[in-house]
C-alpha cells in the first residue's frame, strides 16, 4: 500500500507543479499502476468512468455545432445587453452555470456555459482564465443541491433512502438545498470581490449577432432536457447520461452533414473533442482505481474516523474538512462511496442519527474538488477549453479563485448543518 500512496502523491504533485504535461503525467502513472499490478488487468474497464468521458466527448461535440451557429455570440450580446461591467458579468456567468448544474452534471454544464463566457470575453477583449474558473467552481458548488446535481448527491440519497423533495426539507428543516444556495450567494461576493478590479463598462451590441442554425440548440437544450428526465429513472445502466449525449451528438452530426454536404461539417465537430482532458482524467480513473485496489481509500476513510473519537462535533468537523482536503485531490466518487457505510456505522456506535454526518460528508466531499485544478472533472474540462484557446493555467491561477470560493461555500454550510442536524 505504501507504493501505492507514494507513487499517488508523487503524481499529483507532478500535475500540479507541471500543467503543461499533466496528461502524460497521469497516463504515464497509470501505465506504472497496471504494469506493477497495483491495478489488476481484470479492473482497468471497471475503473474507468464511461459515462463522464461519454458525456464529455458527446457534448464537446455538440457545443462545437452550437459554436458553429453563432448562438453562444447571440447569448453573449444579450447578456452584455443586461450587465453594466465586467465584474458583473463574471459574476452573472457563474450563477448562471451553478443554476444549470442544480440539475444537469457539472461536467456538462461547464461545456454548456463556457463557449458563452469565451464569446463575452473575445467582445471584451479580456482574459477569459478567471471567467471559466468561476463557470467551473460555480458548477460544482450547485452539484450538491438537489438529488439529481451530482453522482455524490444521487449516492446519498440513494443510500439514505432519500427523495427528491428530502433535499429541500429534511426532517421539517431547510435542506441541503438552502444551505448550497447560501454557499452560493456568499460565493458570488466572493467572485465579485476577485474581479472587483474589472470595472470596465460593457457596451452592449448594437446589432446582435445572428444565429445560423437553430438546430445545435434545440439538441443542446434537448440534451439538458433528456439528462433531468434520466436522472428519475431507477436502475438505469450507470452509462445512461454519457449514452444521450453521445447519441445527440451522433443526431447532430447527421443533421450537419446533410445540411452541409461536405466531410468537414462531421470531422470538424470531431476534431473539436478535448482528447487532452479526457487523457487526464482515464489516467486519473486508472490512479484512483489502483490505490483503491491497493487499501489506500480505505486506510484514510478508517484514519479519518479513529481521529474523531467519541465527540460528535469533532468527528463531523474532521469529516466535513478532512473531505475537503481530500477531495481536493481524489476524486470523490470513490471516496463518497468508501466514508457512507462508515458514516453509518459510527452513527450506529454513537447512537445518533446519521443526518448531519450525511450532510457534512456530502458538502466536503463535493465542494472540495473546487481547490485545485485537478480536483474535480469540470475544472479539469474547463482547463481544457482554455487550453484550446491558448491559454494555459497554472495551479495559483486557479487556486486564487478556487480556495477563497470553496471557503465561502464550506463555512456556512458547516455552521449550518450543524446547528440544523446535530
Not at 503525467?25 to 497509470?30: F, H, P
Not at 477569459?128 to 439529481?148: D, E, K, R, W
Not at 486557479?398 to 465561502?408: C, D, H, N, R, V
Amino acid at each position: 500500500m505504501i507504493y501505492a500512496l507514494i507513487l499517488f502523491a508523487l503524481t499529483y504533485v507532478l500535475m500540479l507543479m507541471f500543467s503543461k504535461y499533466r496528461p502524460i503525467i497521469a497516463l504515464g502513472s497509470a501505465a506504472v499502476f497496471i504494469a506493477t499490478g497495483m491495478l489488476p488487468l481484470n479492473q482497468i474497464f471497471d475503473a474507468i468512468d464511461f459515462n463522464v468521458l461519454f458525456m464529455i466527448a458527446g457534448t464537446m461535440g455538440l457545443v462545437q455545432l452550437f459554436i458553429d451557429s453563432h448562438m453562444p455570440a447571440r447569448l453573449a450580446d444579450i447578456v452584455m445587453e443586461h450587465v453594466h461591467s465586467v465584474q458583473m458579468a463574471a459574476v452573472a456567468l457563474a450563477l448562471f452555470a451553478g443554476v444549470i448544474s442544480a440539475f444537469v452534471d457539472n461536467v456538462a454544464t461547464v461545456l454548456m456555459v463556457a463557449p458563452v463566457g469565451l464569446a463575452i470575453c473575445r467582445k471584451l477583449k479580456t482574459n477569459p482564465v478567471p471567467f471559466i474558473i468561476g463557470i467551473a467552481v460555480s458548477s460544482n458548488l450547485q452539484g450538491a443541491a438537489t438529488l439529481v446535481g451530482d453522482t455524490t448527491a444521487i449516492m446519498l440519497g440513494s443510500y439514505a433512502k432519500m427523495s427528491f423533495m428530502d433535499f429541500f426539507f429534511y426532517n421539517g428543516r431547510p435542506g441541503m438545498f438552502f444551505v448550497v444556495e447560501a454557499g452560493a450567494v456568499f460565493a458570488a461576493l466572493i467572485l465579485a470581490w476577485i474581479f472587483r478590479k474589472e470595472k470596465e463598462r460593457i457596451e452592449p451590441a448594437s446589432v446582435r449577432t445572428e444565429v445560423t442554425d437553430y438546430m445545435p440548440s434545440i439538441l443542446l437544450t434537448g440534451t439538458v432536457v433528456l439528462l433531468i428526465i434520466a436522472s428519475f429513472i431507477p436502475e438505469k445502466p450507470d452509462i445512461t447520461n454519457g449514452v444521450i449525449c453521445m447519441i445527440l451528438m451522433i443526431v447532430g452530426l447527421i443533421y450537419n452533414l446533410i445540411k452541409n454536404r461536405s466531410l468537414e461539417s462531421v470531422t470538424g465537430p470531431l476534431w473539436a473533442i478535448d482528447f487532452e482532458t479526457i487523457g487526464i482524467l482515464v489516467g486519473l480513473f486508472l490512479i484512483i482505481g489502483g490505490i483503491n485496489n491497493m487499501g489506500v481509500i480505505d486506510a484514510a476513510a478508517a484514519q479519518l474516523a479513529r481521529l474523531g473519537g467519541g465527540n460528535v462535533f469533532v468527528l463531523y468537523t474532521i469529516l466535513v474538512w478532512g473531505s475537503v482536503v481530500i477531495s481536493a485531490f481524489i476524486d470523490n466518487i470513490p471516496y463518497t462511496a468508501t466514508m457512507l457505510p462508515v458514516v453509518t456505522g459510527l452513527a450506529s456506535t454513537l447512537g445518533i442519527s446519521p443526518t448531519v454526518l450525511y450532510f457534512g460528508l456530502l458538502s466536503g466531499a463535493t465542494l472540495g474538488g473546487n481547490c485545485t485544478p485537478i480536483g474535480a472533472s469540470a475544472n479539469i474540462t474547463g482547463i481544457g477549453i482554455l487550453r484550446r484557446e491558448g491559454y494555459e493555467v497554472s495551479t495559483g491561477d486557479f487556486t486564487k479563485i478556487g480556495i477563497p470560493f470553496t471557503l465561502a461555500a464550506v463555512i456556512p454550510a458547516y455552521i449550518y448543518l450543524w446547528i440544523a442536524f446535530a
